[in-house]
């Protein structure tokens, strides 16, 4: 075996490295990363369109889960919290949202509902405070995972009975 009598200089050409740092074809140009961007966005948003009616269950279930958590907690405070206080606070807060919500949606009789249908909006809301103070009633003797199954199974009841 013979070396050459010379070493061998390595310079950027014969070592494979370009004259550019970052390699240009390594990274993006701005301009590329902001199409590819916009182009996630596109199909973000095509599948949001897509399945907004299972994103709004989702979120309604969790903010139910965590709403029963966050009751679950109160009633097993020294002293606890009593269940009408907590059903209180909570319509209080829903209350104000929801009459904020139809005065800026200019929502006509924003208070008692529209003439006809007074009489049902009544017996929906007692129906619903009884339903509402069962569940949190339940969270007092009940474990949070068979109170979230009972919360979970009253849609299909409804189903069934109605």
Request: charge should be positive; aromatic fraction near 14%; include cysteine.
């Amino acid at each position: 075996m013979s070396f050459p009598s010379q070493p061998i200089a390595l310079t950027p050409s014969t070592a494979g490295f370009s004259s550019t740092f970052p390699p240009e074809d390594v990274f993006a140009t701005r301009t590329d990363r902001a199409s590819v961007f916009r182009g996630l966005w596109k199909k973000a948003t095509v599948v949001y369109e897509n399945n907004i009616g299972l994103l709004l269950m989702i979120a309604s279930q969790l903010s139910g889960t965590c709403m029963n958590i966050t009751v679950k907690i109160l009633n097993e405070l020294n002293p606890p919290i009593p269940t009408f206080e907590i059903i209180f606070i909570r319509m209080s807060i829903t209350y104000f949202f929801s009459i904020l919500y139809m005065q800026r949606a200019s929502v006509p009789y924003p208070v008692t509902g529209p003439p006809g249908v007074r009489y049902f909006l009544a017996i929906r809301g007692v129906t619903g405070f009884f339903g509402l103070f069962g569940i949190y009633y339940s969270l007092i003797y009940l474990s949070l995972s068979d109170a979230i199954v009972i919360t979970f199974l009253m849609p299909t009841t409804i189903a069934i009975v109605g």
